[in-house]
């Protein structure tokens, strides 16, 4: 069978939610390698909610449906405070990347309670803001950035990137509406451990399944090895 956009792979899936250190209830899903359990985790941060972001934007979808399956990953999504999707509204209100700390520690703080291991942040447009700003946590073992705007992270929080040491991988498209690869290079330059890869043709959104593709082997290429490059078929036996 050929993996399409649509396509779902098995997977164990679990709504969850995570409770934040200022009171709030955020929902969520997990889901992990039907089989037995997974090598590492991904803890995503969705783009702006203001604009359409939350945890069912299409490539965290997508990497939640075939992941675990392809590459032995949890996957974790979550709405951030105020977002709401199918699996329900967040309590709170959008704070422009701040209140949001708590959100991000609040996943973290889930995956640790729950035994997740080997945890990397994948963030994707405002979500590269919150992790710049909010993961330096000792349980992170590094980050992956989709369309990094660098609005609201600032020079000062990659400085603090380049201290705390983990690998930083940035995916930067060569059309992008925010930051532009060569842009990219010269303003991640302050983080001597940051990968900064152009993709050529994609757009901020990442819209068409060869940009998905290229997003989620270029996870799965830095979280687990082993299982890079994907297949584009699945066996159905």
Partial sequence: MEIRAATELPARREDIELHTADDLTLVGELAVPEGGAPVATL???????????????????????????????????????????????SEGAFDGGEGERFDVAAALEYA???????????????????????AHDPLVEGAILLSPPLHRATDDDLDRW?????????????????????????????????EVIGVDGAKHLWVG?????????????????????????????
């Fill in 162 to 194: 380049a201290e705390f040491g983990r690998p930083l991988t940035v995916l930067v498209p060569e059309f992008d509406d925010y930051l532009r690869p060569e842009e990219a290079r010269a303003r991640f330059s302050r983080v001597p451990q940051a």
């Fill in 43 to 89: 803890v995503t941060l969705h783009p702006l909610p203001t604009h359409g972001g939350f945890m069912d934007s299409h490539v965290y979808k997508k990497a939640a449906n075939r992941l675990p399956a392809l590459a032995d990953l949890a996957v974790l999504r979550f709405n951030t405070r105020g977002t709401s999707s199918d699996r329900g509204t």
């Fill in 112 to 134: 640790e309670f729950h035994d997740l291991p080997r945890v990397w942040v994948v963030g994707w447009s405002f979500g590269t803001e919150l992790a710049l700003k909010w």
């Fill in 209 to 237: 399944e060869p940009y998905v593709r290229i997003v989620l082997d270029e996870i799965v290429k830095r979280v687990n090895p082993a299982a890079f490059p994907l297949p584009t078929e699945w066996s159905l036996e």
